[in-house]
């Protein structure tokens, strides 16, 4: 095995100490001289025609600097994918509560509250609907009455149904034939917000010399600069966006969201405009996840090998598509080899926010689907749980349900640390019990490109156009030493914004460290390549005679013979090849699958339905950890966030409105310390063929497993099966005393009719 003295080492994050002392700048920090302030009115019907706006009394108020409505942007409709279905503001049709219909600049913020109370809107109602099953039923209205005329539109079934994803193979019908037992269920997933610290702000400037200059909380600068060229019909070029500091995105701060509000009004005021959403605000303006409904259809053999699936699931996006079901039909088959498969998501329009991305979008959804439902076959056929998975699991040579053949992988290894680490199979008094759950995820691709320059004093720098996410910054500059044999203080990650750093692509989807980090190292290797050539030229050798390592590059057979990299940074000012910089750049890497097995135990209170889980355990294939501490805070934050949302997190949504009924901390429910075991991971290691240093994706999967194994736990503790999230103390407690089952049915039957028409 190869030593390394950089990566695999528990590293210091290298902005802590900014961030511990106050010295990191956020959105919400940046005060630039005139600013003005920006706040938001939203519509309050659920769908209806925008009969009049006045802003006059607004307008008149002192202090208040413009008053804009939907009418000031573009017409253009714009999307987070290839459907362009929304406007930054509404124009003639609200289609949800809480949809931006205008926007104040004021000198402060409480001038710029009351302007908002000034205007009046009169609305004219429109038939709306509020539940998805309702929607793509055929028996419902329209949301978007003209969705065939949206630019990027494909294969749907119409009505409400805006995107369809699909992956056949084999011959499912026939895999049914020959299953010994056939098991249909359906289950439900609840609305949940990404949660993040920071809430969202953004400061608009526009330059002298007219381009638009944004400081924003964002996670994808990249891809806010080019949807904001496109609602404000401007150039690309005519836009910077600086990605501050973040506290928190979790996926809700990829796109463009509030952005577009304070640009406009900087646009018409030639003054820095600022916006900072309140904690309900990021609730309410903010796309968070909607509910989900999947129906699963499984065959299997009587020695327990699945033979055939049919999945449906139907995604609940909103008003408008945003982040839609996304991977939703990837993982319909969870991490299992099965030779016949149909497997459909559906995006449905509802009125309500749109949807947003969160952690692998759509995936934990399917997740506690797919793995409940293994639960429950292993079950009916009577096999321990865990054999059963064994048994099934994805094998290197198996193909993906992309069409990808499966490369090497450590799933085993983490089915097989979980159940030694457990001691599994183990059978436990009443009131508590153990559970199981097994998740996979694609390290995150798409384009990446670095650059690392070496300066005189022998550091360098490094540029990237990834934002830094939960450390991510410290990982690439781990890489960057490791390939250049240096320390990681010598290593400089310089702050970035668009002008300034090549392109690259959000950072969410677990894509940096596998992706990112590899552009770094492909990077290194080319200002490695060039300063052994300037070096093998001043020390009259061959480059393949030369090592770079300990800051200075040597002679291999004679280490005295050396120039250290300040020394060739400070020739390379007059050599023929100028100042040496390393570049590298690409668009995407080979499938490289990342797999999670967890395990909960947990006590069910009989009398009150309340579920304690007592013990966690993990392990994850994370190829190679880069930074170990960084990994595991990783992979804990995910536990946390899946073990939240197994129990207690919750939107509240008006069924008969959309209205989101406890946009606040104090009544959403998201976990505290108190709530949480002792997390235990293990690091499994087996290295991908492409990743930097065989690294791979680490932050999705361990957010996915928690409520299907927190399911299974209260299944073996009190024998109730729960199918819908959250498993509430009061929904654990009615199941127990057999009441109120709160099932939800997707009409399989009608989905098939409606594709074969």
Known sequence: MAEFSAIGKNSIR????????????????????????????????SHAKIASIDTTAAQALPGVRCVITGNDYPDVRFGSGALKDRRIMAREEVFYI???VAAVAADDEMTALEAIGLIEIKYEDIKHVIDPLQAISGKSVDVHTDLEDFEGFGFALGGNNCTL????????????????????????????????????????????????DIYASTQGPYQVRSQLASVLDMSIGNIKVTAMEMGGGFGAKLRLALEGFPAMLAIKTGKPVKLVNTREEAFTLNGPRLETNIYLKTGVTNDGKILAREARSVFDVGAYLGAGPNAGVGHGLGAYSIPNFKLRSYGVYTNKLYVGSYRASGVADMNFATESHTDVIAHKLGIDPMEFRIKNALSEGDTAVNGSTIPVNGLMETILAVKERMGLPKKMEEGRGVGIAVGEWRSGSGPSTASISVNEDGTV????????????????????????????????VA????????????????RIVYSQGRAVQNASEDTKAKLLDLAADRLGVQADALECAGGSVYVQDNPLQSLDLGQLARMSLTSRGGPIIGTASLSSLPYAPVFNAQAAEVIVDRETGQVRVTRFVQAQDIGKAINPMGVEGQLEGGAVQGIGRALSEEILIDKETGQIRNPSLA????????????IENILVEVPSADGPFGARAVAESPGFGPPAAIANAIFDAVGVRIKTLPLSAERVLAAIQGRDADEYTVDAEALRAAESA
């Open 14 to 45: 290298v902005d802590a100490m900014d961030k511990v002392t106050g010295r990191a700048t956020y959105a919400g920090d940046v005060y630039l001289p005139g600013m003005l302030m920006c706040k938001i009115m939203t519509s309050t019907r």
């Open 98 to 100: 809480g949809e931006p």
């Open 165 to 212: 994803l699909d992956s056949d193979r084999g011959d499912v019908e026939q895999g049914f034939k020959d299953s010994d037992v056939i098991i249909e269920e359906t289950y439900h997933t609840q609305p949940i917000s990404q949660g993040f610290l920071e809430p969202m702000a953004c400061v608009a400037d526009v330059e002298a010399n007219g381009r638009l």
């Open 461 to 492: 720098s490094l540029l990237t156009g990834s934002v830094d996410i939960s450390g991510s910054d410290t990982s690439l500059a781990q890489i960057a030493a490791e390939s250049l044999g240096l320390r990681l203080e010598q290593v400089v």
């Open 495 to 510: 702050k970035r914004n668009t002008d300034m750093a090549p392109f690259t692509g959000p950072s969410g989807g677990s």
């Open 667 to 678: 009544t959403y429910l998201m976990p505290l310390s108190v709530d949480m075991p002792d």
